[in-house]
């Protein structure tokens, strides 16, 4: 299971820090990303970060978004600064392949984590 925490409700030109871990007997993590989604459009991807600690940013968070991780923890990070009414979303946490005793999984999301930017 994937479990993210750390949204909320902020004022513009906040921060916030979204955590994301999993559950279970993992042996290793690939690639990790957030991503979100509003109502009525489609899931969007925010950050991407690969076993080697590359990242990839949508256009719209570069500068202001830093994705991380943590493989001992078995966890990633989202810090986000200077947000905008516009990164207001339900913001979902992914795992593209888990390695476990039972085998890989593929392509694991988590529930969301609603985060509001008032303006």
């Given amino acids: ?64 978004f830093t994705i991380s991780r943590d493989d001992d923890k078995k966890m990633t990070y989202l810090q986000m600064t200077s947000l905008k009414p516009d990164d207001t979303a339900v913001y979902y946490c992914n795992m593209d392949r888990l390695e476990t005793p039972m085998g890989p999984l593929y392509d694991y999301w988590g529930q969301g984590t609603q985060v509001t930017v008032s303006s």
């Avoid at 820090?17 to 991503?35: E, Q």
């Fill in 1 to 64: 299971e994937l479990l993210e925490s750390g949204g909320g409700l902020v004022q513009t030109g906040g921060s916030l820090r979204l955590s994301c871990a999993v559950s279970g007997n993992i042996f290793t993590i690939g690639a990790m990303g957030w991503y979100r989604q509003t109502p009525g459009r489609q899931r969007e991807l925010v950050a991407t970060i690969t076993t080697a600690g590359d990242t990839n940013y949508a256009d719209s968070v570069k500068g202001r």
